[in-house]
Every structure is written in C-alpha cells, then in structure tokens.
C-alpha cells in the first residue's frame, strides 16, 4: 500500500459545509415536510445578471461553429476579461497591468492552490474565526502542526477578533511569513478601515511578510473608508497579492469564476537567496497544473462590466444587502447581539444565553427550521455565535426573522 | 521576503506547451503572412457536439430564471453526469458506482492536484517520453530530485519507450508507489494490450503500489483487444484510479471537463499504519480546494451519453481519426518511421537523419510553417522524435502532408 499525505489524516472529520449539508439533508429525509430555510452556506438565490445570460448564450453559439469555435485559451485567461479587470481597477485609482491578472475557476480554488508556491515551512497567521478553507489547505501543506484540544492548530499563528477588540485584528505577536486577512469578512461581515488595514500593510512591508487579501465581497461594501481592494495602499504592491470572485458579486456560485492578483512588484526569495517574482510562479503553477477558465464562463464574467452588466449587478447587491438590512435589524429588535450586515452578506450574531454554536444550529434547524452556520466552525473564537446568510430570497428572509 | 517552494526553482523553463505558444508566436508575429499550420499542441479544432451545445444553451437558460437558478453544486459533481458516467462504464463491463466518480474540470487538473493527497516521499515512475504534466507536478511535490544533465530527474524512475521495446515500457527495477501510464499513449500513439497492461495491474497488485492510469484518448482506440479502462483487469480495482476527459472526445479542451474514477476499494495507508480510503482523501480535498465544475459545462457533458450525443461525437473521433491516417499513410510513403495514430490522435515520428528534435521543430516551423511538439520536450527517450496532432482541419491536415 503507498502512503498518503498523513496531513490529511489530521483534519478532522468533512469540510465545514460539506458536514452542514448532510445535516441538513438527514433532517430533511426524515422530516420531508419540513419548510426549510437555508441562510447558512454563502449560496446565492437570484439569476445570473442578464448580461452575463447574454453573452454566455453568444459564447455557446460560437462554440457550434468551425470558424468561431475555441479550443485551449491562454492558462491566465484570455484578456478581454483580464483588461475589463485592470480597467475596473483603475477606475478605483489601482493600476495594474492585465498579466498581473490570473483568472480562475473561483476563490476557493486560488486560495487552496496558492500554497503550492510558498514554503511548507512557511508561518501562517489569520484571524479567528475564519474561512475554513485557509485552514484546512494549510494543515494538508504540512503548515499547521497538531490539532489542540481548544480546536486550534499547534503552528498556526492566530488573530482573534470579537466585540472585545471590535472586531480589528492585533498585530501576530511572533514572526509570520504568510497573513490571512478576508474583508468584508466572511464570517463575521466586518470591516477595517483603510487606517487598521494599512497597520498591517506596513507590517508586512517592514517584516517581510506576504499578506493574502480576500475581498471576495468587496462589492457588498456601502460605507466609505472600507478598502475594496488592499491595493489602495500603495506598499502593498510589494507585500501582498488579492483574491476575487464573480461568486457573491454576480451569483456565480455554480458557474465558477474567480482571479488573483499578483502584482510584478511581490518578490519571495528562495533558500538559497536567489529573488523570485511570484508572480512567475503563480504563472508556471497554472500553467502546468490548469488548463483555464472554461471560454463561456469568462465570456459571462467579462458582461458584467458593461453598463448593463454593472447595473443589474448593482440591482443583485441592492437586493442582497436589503436582506441583511432585515436580518439586522430583525434580530437587534429581538434583543439579540448582532455584527456585520453592513458592508457584506453575512450577519454574525451570538447565540441566546451563551449556548454552543451547534446547540444554536441543531435548534434552529429542527425548531424553527432555519439552517445557519455554527460560529465554531470558523474557528474557536466562533464559539457562541452563528452566522446567517442574506443571500437567500426576500421572501424567505422575512419568514425566517418572523420565526426568530 | 517570504521562502518559496524550492522545487520551483529546479524546474527549467517554462511549461513545454507554453514556451511552444511563445515561439509560435513570435514568429507569426515577425512573418504575419505565413499560412503557419498547427499541428502541436493537441488542440481540437471542431465544433462541440450539437446534443452538448443545446444541452448548454438549456442550462443557461435556467439560470436566468429564479425557479431554475443553480448556485454551488456538489464539489464531487452532479448525479445526472455521473450516473451517466457510471452506465457508459456498465456497458463496457465496469462496474462503478456513481461515488466513485469525481467530476472536474479536466484531467491536467486532475493529474496534477492528485498528487496532493500521496506522501512527499512516494517513489514515482513514467514511461519516457511522458506527458510533461506528471513530471513538473512531482518536481514542484518534491518527488523528483534533481535535474540531471541529460534532462531526466535524479529521484523518478523511468521506463523508457522506443521501437526498440516495441514502446511497451518494461516493469520498474525498483520499488516503485505511483506508476503513471497513458494509455492511448500522449506522445507516442501507441497501446497497450489487455495482457500487456496486465502485468503492471500484478506488479502493482503486489507490490503495493498505485497505477495513475490516463485514458484521455481511450475514445479514439479502433483496434480489439485494447483496453479502454484500467479496470477492465479486474485486479485493478485495489490498485489502480483512472484519469478520464472530454477534452479530445467531445471537443472540450476550451469549455473543461473530465472525471477521475477511484474505486472504494483502493486503500492507502498513513505513516502510523492506519489504513485508508484514497476516494475518501480525494473527496476531502476537492470539497476543500474545490468549488465544482460549472453547472452549464456539466449538462454539455453529459450530453454526450444521450443516443444524439454518442453519434455525434462518433462523427468527430472518425473526422479526426480520418486526418490521423492520411498523416500515417503520407509520412510512412515519404519514408519516415512512424508510430501511433491508429488508436489515438497522435502521431509520432522519427526526425530524418537523426536531427535533434528542436532543431526539427525549427525546420518545420520556419521553412514549412508546421506547428509540431519536439518529443525531447517529453523526455531524453522523445529526443530525435516530433509529435503531430490528427486533431485539426482535415484541409490543413492535407496540405500539410504536401509540404512534407
């Protein structure tokens, strides 16, 4: 028998929301009758933009004939999409050149893969609770060392944040090489100014650290003074990369489309000291181990940045953050203690009476026929929370707060 | 300045079809009126199927209304193509049930992450020449030691194919973990028989080792007694998982799909004895590093399987089968030594007078205008041999053969 990667023997059980689904589905087998209201996964509900729908049916057209069929497309996407991005960029004042743009089958993909790149000896730091996924690709990598009884890993560097410290991360105590940072976050939707962002920023510059900025929910923000993009600060050209999705932003969850940016300016050395862009590894990793964003699904993407496209994505968005404002509201009106919903699509809210997140959940769940996502999920600072998701329908939104 | 993974920095260059593309085009760009003919890269030049084209159309079409709108689907795949998946393998004898099927986003994909869920320190042998993707992919895991002078790496164990051994690879002469085999073979053309690949299924039945066994091109085989599925040697089953793709059987290379088949019944074990389900890992990772493959690219697949969908796709491996012989027929009457295309889309032939194969590659593109693949670009044992893909035009094809 060979061996496998006894990393993967350490992770516990399913991935998060694999483990929720089969919950749910068990309830829902036994209980067929049940009116089940899902706010837990991020999933959206409303049709893809009509853009997109557009330019997609075009894109199969094409595919049905000899002289405007596409075969393989370039491993970083094809540059009508990847300029439509460097042209959004600008317009927020960021400059990049379009090769400094990978595009992707999604952010889940990029932020797994990302690992191959760096050093397994790397030092990982990210806050607690977190997207699971940056955890569990880590301890597969053989970066996370042993799983402690608290639910932590014994290597990974951990940045909790509550109501305590108002939900900004302190600064690693210790030396990190790789930092973490989703905002608006997913769990808890919160958001740090461009002044707490910028704190780490010049950390990562003055330590040699390399931040992985998740702004996968950019789009959600509505207040002024919250970043989209870490590269509103002009240093972290050299010290940080940044993951995007058309996920939440044009319900592209099942159509899968996603992309980084590694600017030409972030270098990594090798241990024999030899200087690196990692950008040219990004690039040779796609390029040997993926073979490209289907061309319909860029084609879908790309639609989005036309001025219908940027106005029913607006109209998705509007409608999303109508929800939140509902849940929001809905649940401080019930007394409840209650974060994010303002800048993004999830509302972090903690459980009745310091109950267990999956005390929370399973009640939810059979009482009240609401699925969530239990906070310790995300981590053990997610103790006593859940998390609800507005991406649901209006609808059902309100159904669900009637039933809180 | 954060470490890197150092394995990158062994690997030369670039990605062999890439540093290909950029030749290609640099010379079109220097003699923009040359009726260059690509013949390289086993790209597919044919419309897809017209069952996977209205499949698609259908689809996106459900995502523009509510009622029908998909967001994430299962990361393992839907049931609808794997099922069909699982019946089409029925019908050859192969039984498999429908989650032992994993749905992606094509083979490269595939072949390459798979190596996440093996130790770092499993011995790896290929045939040679090989497909440059199971090379590069164990270089950045770390499996292949050092670059040697000759091009081969130190740490992987090579089984050498020629017309010496009639390219059937001999058994490794050492302790091998992971074989990988192609067959229809991606460069050579050439097959295995069922008796042939049998011998590797007993080697690896009892050694306790792992066949990667890649039957990308099985679509093409004409001749009996050529197996199209690993698993039509029963013995396989504890000892080998299966790459498949509809890449160059349906068209996909530009819209993305394949599956990889691991049965429950293929065990591994961790460094502390604990024996485990690799099906298991791989459905741990892809849930974890994985979004799923898109909803409208699963219905095009599956199309395939309906009675439409097979004849269709009948049509495009005779259509491309058809370029295959007149190039066999054209370069054997021209007196060059020539293997493959009888089963598969690739043709492999002996450069004249035993130039070297980038020199011929040269030749072909400057004075010819001929696209091919340098074989060395597949290993020392491709040196002296070009690649030719049957996969585009049949006009093309034609006048290619005339200028050779």
């Not at 302190?170 to 740090?192: S, W």
């Not at 990369?241 to 270098?267: L, M, N």
């Not at 993926?290 to 879908?300: E, H, K």
């Not at 993407?301 to 607006?314: D, L, S």
Request: include cysteine; charge should be neutral.
């Amino acid at each position: 028998m060979i061996n496998v990667n006894d990393n993967f023997l350490k992770l516990p059980g399913s991935y998060l929301f694999t483990e929720i689904a089969h919950r749910v589905a068990a309830y829902k087998e036994a209980n067929p009758q049940a009116p089940v209201i899902k706010m837990g996964i991020g999933d959206v509900t409303l049709p893809l933009p009509a853009a997109s729908i557009m330019a997609m049916q075009k894109a199969i057209s094409e595919m049905a004939h000899k002289e405007s069929f596409r075969g393989y497309g370039p491993e970083q996407g094809y540059d009508f999409l990847r300029e439509a991005i460097a042209a959004e960029y600008k317009q927020t004042g960021v400059d990049l050149a379009a090769d400094e743009i990978f595009i992707s089958d999604g952010s889940k993909s990029d932020c797994g893969n990302i690992g191959d790149i760096f050093s397994t000896n790397c030092k990982v730091a990210l806050t607690d609770p977190v997207y699971p996924v940056y955890v569990d690709t880590n301890v597969m990598a053989g970066r996370a060392g042993e799983l402690l009884p608290n639910g932590q890993w014994s290597n990974l560097v951990y940045m909790p944040v509550s109501a305590k410290n108002g939900f900004v991360p302190e600064l690693p105590k210790e030396k990190v090489d790789l930092i973490y940072l989703c905002f608006p976050n997913n769990p808890t939707g919160t958001t740090l100014t461009k002044d707490q962002l910028k704190v780490f920023v010049d950390y990562a510059h003055k330590n040699g650290a390399l931040i992985l900025f998740d702004s996968a929910y950019e789009a959600f923000i509505t207040e002024k003074d919250v970043p989209h993009s870490i590269f509103e600060i002009p240093e972290a050209r050299d010290c940080a990369i940044e993951f995007r999705s058309f996920s939440k932003t044009a319900g592209f969850t099942g159509t899968r489309c996603g992309y980084t940016v590694i600017p030409h300016t972030v270098k990594a050395k090798g241990s024999d000291g030899q200087v690196v862009e990692l950008n040219k590894l990004w690039l040779r990793r796609q390029c040997t181990k993926f073979n490209g964003t289907p061309y319909i699904v860029q084609r879908g993407a790309a639609a989005i940045y036309t001025p219908e496209g940027k106005q029913q994505v607006r109209q998705l968005i509007d409608y999303y953050m109508g929800n939140a404002k509902i849940i929001r509201e809905s649940l401080l009106k019930a007394g409840f203690e209650v974060y994010g919903g303002v800048n993004g699509p999830y509302v972090w809210m903690a459980t009745p009476n310091a109950q267990s997140s999956w005390d929370f959940f399973d009640y939810l769940l059979k009482e009240k026929n609401i699925v969530t996502t239990p906070g310790v999920g995300f981590g053990p600072s997610g103790e006593g929370f859940i998390r609800l998701s507005s991406l649901g329908s209006r609808e059902n939104t309100i159904e669900a707060m009637g039933r809180f």
